[in-house]
């Protein structure tokens, strides 16, 4: 049997508004992936060893209180400290265009702001990840 | 730790898909704690994990935990949220978590979880602690794998007969009434009768509250009395024996049903198979005709199986 793609959610920092993850969860689930929720206030190194620990072939992180450059950025670099390679990072929530192209060259492939639909994340995922 | 956490991960993902763990891995396994934590849904029992890591980490004691949330059986997805609860623990060196998905398996595990739970004892943890997706009545396949069961159960779930019942209650070693911060002053008081040194186990009732850290400490002290009692006793040599049966099986029926699958699938078990829905041929004569003929001459003097057979 195929493995299903394993996803991690997780919110970094000081945040505490997890409706918006908690639905893309729910959603990558529907489409038929294993999706790992970890909650509100993750330490970006919480969020790295857990997606070693988890094998996962992706990691979503959500932002909605204006923390995401410091925090997205720390999770970027642990993640090449520890030489992950081959897990697809992508985020979401409220993050100013001015950012997207800041967080874009750190490595997050794509950014899902307001109004964006499950499918179409569902969709980039499928695209995009690289199946073990 | 006799393997980095990255050479752990990859080697749990390929036993997930059913690559089987090496014989020299195997033979290093056998030393750690199992200890299976099971019970339904929502009554706190990854919360419960949580505070267990933090004492066993107290201890000293290194900690690898398996936690298992079901597969949809509609999209084939999972919502695993199980670590949330144990999340803060993620940045121990001390301790690794793992969840898993069910992937259609029933019991309360998933079918790769004996091959994990040797991964994680061949790596050198001190404890293992299997999380069950959340329990009715009838999933105790944990009692396989663990060398002590703890059924978590919360206020009001209901009378004495429901404790009556077989099944989840008959497997429990311990029982914890977690969320007792809950309860009512004037509610059952704490039983904590620990068995004298060769007496039989008496199953011990325990209070706690993953809220407040309420009867951890005691939990965790009842846990290594219920091992003390199995090793002084000769019984966890019984239950490992009892383990390692069941997980032999468990893989004789997986090849018998893949094999049985794929002979189904010649045009002679189709004719049987839908005389079967033309109600020309039953159940039972369809399915002895089947076993002989899928399993040969060999097998023929063989009934199909001994309480099915009129």
Redesign the interface.
Same mark, same amino acid.
């Given at each position: 049997m195929k493995r299903p793609i394993k996803v991690l959610i997780a919110k970094a920092g000081l945040d505490g508004h997890e409706r918006g993850a908690l639905v893309v969860a729910m959603g990558l689930r529907d489409a038929g992936m294993e999706v790992v929720y970890t909650g509100i206030r993750n330490t970006p190194e919480q969020i790295v060893q857990a997606a070693i620990q988890e094998d996962v072939n992706a990691i979503g992180l959500s932002s909605l209180s204006g923390g995401h450059m410091a925090q997205f950025t720390r999770v970027m670099e642990l993640l090449k400290k520890e030489k992950i390679k081959g897990v697809l990072v992508f985020a979401g929530g409220i993050i100013p265009d001015a950012d997207v192209k800041k967080l874009k060259k750190l490595g997050i492939r794509e950014i899902f702001g307001p109004g964006s639909s499950i499918a179409s994340i569902a969709e980039f995922l499928k695209k995009n990840v690289r199946s073990k | 730790m006799s393997m980095t956490?990255?050479e752990l991960?990859?080697l749990?993902?390929r036993l997930?898909?059913?690559v089987p763990l090496s014989p020299e891995l195997y033979a290093r396994t056998g030393n750690a704690r199992i200890l299976g934590i099971t019970g339904p849904p929502g009554v706190g029992k990854s919360s419960l994990i949580d505070r267990l890591i933090d004492e066993l980490r107290r201890q000293g004691k290194t900690v690898g935990v398996i936690v298992i949330d079901p597969?949809?059986p509609? #999209?084939?997805?999972?919502? +695993?949220?199980d670590? +949330?609860r144990m999340?803060?623990h #993620?940045?121990d060196d001390g301790v690794?978590?793992? #969840?898993l998905?069910t992937?259609h398996h029933h019991g309360g595990l998933t079918d790769a979880t004996p091959q994990i739970i040797h991964a994680l004892d061949a790596a050198g943890f001190d404890i293992v602690i299997v999380e069950t997706v959340g329990t009715g009545q009838d999933e105790v396949e944990v009692a396989e794998v663990a060398d002590t069961v703890v059924v978590v159960l919360m206020p009001e779930l209901g009378d004495e007969i429901q404790r009556a019942k077989s099944g989840l209650m008959e497997i429990a070693d311990v029982l914890v009434i977690n969320k007792s911060d809950l309860m009512n002053a004037g509610a059952a008081r704490q039983e904590t009768r620990r068995p004298k040194q060769g007496q039989r186990w008496e199953r011990p009732t325990l209070r706690t509250s993953a809220k407040t850290g309420d009867g951890i400490t005691t939990l965790c002290h009842v846990a290594d009395a219920h091992h003390a009692h199995l090793a002084a006793s000769g019984q966890l040599a019984g239950r490992r024996e009892r383990a390692a049966r069941a997980e032999v099986i468990r893989l004789l029926q997986s090849r018998m049903t893949a094999s049985i699958l794929c002979a189904l699938g010649a045009s002679r078990p189709q004719t049987i198979l839908s005389a079967v829905a033309k109600r020309k041929l039953d159940p039972y004569d369809a399915a002895q005709k089947l076993w002989v003929e899928i399993l040969g001459s060999k097998n023929r003097s063989h009934k199909y199986v001994a309480t099915n057979s009129r």
């Open positions: - | 956490r990255r991960t990859k749990v993902t997930e898909a059913g597969t949809s509609i #999209s084939g997805g999972a919502l +695993l949220g670590r +949330l999340q803060r #993620s940045d690794f978590i793992r #969840s998905a992937r």
